[in-house]
């Protein structure tokens, strides 16, 4: 079955950073593409960064280009998105999933991230 | 960047048809997608590819797509139906996804 694990949320102060962990089970993790997605308290979702089985390919929401990275580690079965220069907007709920062909399945139950003074 | 737009909120009786649509500039030429979400819990995929249903989703749900505006149809309503609703597309100008801004689906 299936298994993603998302963990390293927390609370950081603004201009901080912060490192996020998905750890992946239950099928072959360097055969598939990645995303993160994030969620505000109360708000709808918001794709963040899309990374390639290899790690070749990688793309970034505008709101986010240049402030976070996301990789994988493959013989760990991981996905990471590093969040520097954080901001209160990225509050969120922080959520990996697979990317299928162009939609994302299954998700993670989560990690909040509270930016926070 | 690509917009998708969805109604805030739809309500329906059990045993109706609830009809969700999502907004988009030539929608149709895109596939479509999308997501169920539960107070608490994380979105889970009910269409994709505009109109195919994962394993485990009822044939209730059902999707289409065209021109400018994508459909999700539930039929026969029940009340653990209620959630949010996202749509979802690709936006291969940008490379970026692109999400709805979500329907929240009220059962009466």
């Known amino acids: 079955q299936v298994q993603l694990v998302e963990s390293g949320g927390g609370l950081v102060k603004p201009g901080g950073s912060l490192r996020l962990s998905c750890a992946a089970s239950g099928f072959t993790f360097s055969d598939y593409y990645m995303s993160w997605i994030r969620q505000a308290p109360g708000k709808g979702l918001e794709w963040v960064s899309y990374i390639s089985s290899s790690g070749s390919t990688i793309y970034y929401a505008d709101s986010v280009k240049g402030r976070f990275t996301i990789s994988r580690d493959n013989a760990k079965n991981s996905l990471y998105l590093q969040m520097n220069s954080l901001r209160a907007e990225d509050t969120a709920v922080y959520y990996c999933?697979?990317?299928?062909?162009?939609?994302?399945?299954?998700w993670g139950q989560g990690t909040l991230v509270t930016v926070s003074s | 960047s690509y917009v998708l737009t969805q109604p805030p909120s739809v309500s329906v009786a059990p045993g109706q048809t609830a009809r969700i649509t999502c907004g988009g500039n030539n929608i149709g030429s895109k596939s479509v997608h999308w997501y169920q979400q539960k107070p608490g819990q994380a979105p889970v995929l009910v269409v994709y590819?505009?109109?195919d249903r994962p394993s485990g989703i009822p044939e209730r749900f059902s999707g289409s797509n065209s021109g400018n505006t994508a459909t999700l149809t539930i039929s026969r309503v029940e009340a653990g139906d209620e959630a949010d609703y996202y749509c979802?597309?690709?936006?291969?100008?940008?490379?970026?996804?692109?999400f709805g801004g979500g329907t929240k689906l009220t059962v009466l």
């Open positions: 590819d505009d109109s």
């Open positions: 979802q597309v690709w936006d291969s100008s940008s490379d970026q996804g692109v």
């Open positions: 999933a697979n990317y299928g062909r162009t939609w994302f399945d299954p």
